[in-house]
Each structure stands twice: as C-alpha cells, then as structure tokens.
C-alpha cells in the first residue's frame, strides 16, 4: 500500500512530465511552413511601413542622431550620399519601431512547440530582452558615442579641422547603437540557463578571470572605434551586466 509520501512524489514526477510536454499540435508540416511564410510576410510588410514612415521624417531623426558630433561640420562626399543615409536611417529606425509586430510574430509561431516550463519564461525573456535592447541603445547614445567622439573631436582638433563623411558617421553610430543593444542582452541569457539548470550562480562566478578577459575583447570588437575610452566605457557595462545577471540567476535560487 503506497505512503503518503510516496504518492507525494510521484504527483511531484508527474508534474514534471507534463511540464516537459508541449501543447499537442494539430497542423502538418505544410501547415507550419505556410503559417511560416504568412508570419514572415507580416513582419516583412511592417518593416517596410515603418521604414517608408520615418523616411517621411527622416531629417528630424537625423538632427537628433547628429547632436553628439556638435561642433563637427557633415560633408556630403558623393552624389546622392545624404540620400542613401536617409534610407539607411529609415531602414534602422523602421526596424526599431516594427520590433514589437516582429516579436509576437515569432512568439504566435513558437509557443505551440514549446513546454509548458519554458512558456512560463517566454513573458519575463521577452520583456526583460526589449528593456535591456533599448537600454542599450539609451547607453551607447548618452555615454559611448559621445565619450568616442569627444575622444576623436579633441585628438588632433588643433591640427586638423573637424568635417566628417556623414555617410560614414551614421555607419559608426547605427552600428555602436545596435551592438550594444546586443551585448545588454547577457543578463536574459544568464537567467535561461540558469532557469534551465544548464549553468548555476556558483559556477558562473567561478569563471570571472575568463569573463574579465572576454568584457575586454568584447569592447574591443563590438565598438567600430579605436579609442581606449569607448572600448573601457563597454567593457565595464560587459562587466556590471554578467555579475548583475549572476545577481539574478543567484535570486531565483539557481
């Protein structure tokens, strides 16, 4: 006859079982590439809006992207140049602003191959990823780019004067802006493997000689710029960012 505790255990393993188990699905594998195509085209199509949209406001976005070089006079090298920057610009900030449609595209098409266990870290990854994305951009906008620049505006200001490529300027403030965004997510990787018992707290501390030295590579390739400042400015968010999330993954008892 089976004790109460037994019994507690294995409502414990079966538990786990279908935690383990993903939601039946009923569509074929056709079914899922046309479901595929339809969600990419919706991303596609609010792509393209968005960016035709900030085309029409364009130059306002730009004004706003070109206040950290003040003082510095923009050239255009090349016929037509400003106008490639102009699609170059829209096309970034179009993407920024269909983001949102892109996700719960991605999220409709994944969650019915998904366990229940990991639907339950869907809503914090999500969220958690969009505000850390976006504080990056806050961070590379407000701190690297102006800290690289007045590195380069100052180098060499009473030699040579300061008039830049606009196309090559917006090429090194896009690109800085999105690889931080990028770097920003390491907390929400943190918190996955550690929710999934892949890595805990403890092991991921152990091994801060090897993250100190990758946060220095990291800042070395991520910034387009060669100066020591942006690089140290990223290198040590790297840093904050990895024993933040170690924070995190430490909280939730991983």
């Known amino acids: 006859m089976a004790t109460k505790e037994s019994a507690t255990v294995n409502v414990e393993e079966n538990k786990d079982y279908w935690e383990q188990i993903p939601q039946p699905a009923e569509m074929s594998f056709f079914d899922h590439l046309e479901e595929l195509r339809t969600r990419l085209f919706i991303g596609l199509i609010s ?17 706003w992207l070109e206040i950290p070089a003040q003082g510095v006079k923009f050239l255009q090298l090349a016929p037509g140049e400003f106008f490639f920057v102009s699609f170059q610009v829209a096309g970034y900030t179009g993407i920024l602003l269909a983001s949102p449609i892109i996700i719960y595209q991605i999220i409709q098409f994944v969650v019915p191959g998904l366990t229940r266990k990991e639907r339950k870290l869907l809503a914090p990854v999500v969220f958690g990823s969009s505000i850390l994305f976006f504080a990056g951009l806050a961070f590379a906008y407000y701190l690297l780019i102006p800290a690289a620049l007045n590195f380069f505006i100052s180098y060499g200001g009473d030699v040579v004067e300061q008039s830049w490529s606009i196309d090559n300027y917006f090429k090194f403030v896009l690109l800085l802006m999105f690889c931080t965004g990028i770097t920003f997510q390491i907390p929400v990787i943190q918190l996955l493997l550690g929710q999934l018992n892949l890595v805990s707290s403890k092991q991921m501390l152990s091994g801060w000689r090897i993250v100190i030295l990758g946060a220095v590579i990291i800042g070395a390739i991520v910034t387009p710029s060669t100066d020591p400042l942006t690089q140290s400015l990223l290198g040590g968010a790297v840093l904050a960012l990895y024993f933040g999330g170690i924070a995190a993954v430490k909280l939730i008892g991983k």
Do not use: K, N, Q, Y
């Open 47 to 63: 792509v393209l809006v968005s960016a035709i949209a900030c085309f029409a406001f364009v130059r306002p976005i730009v004004g």
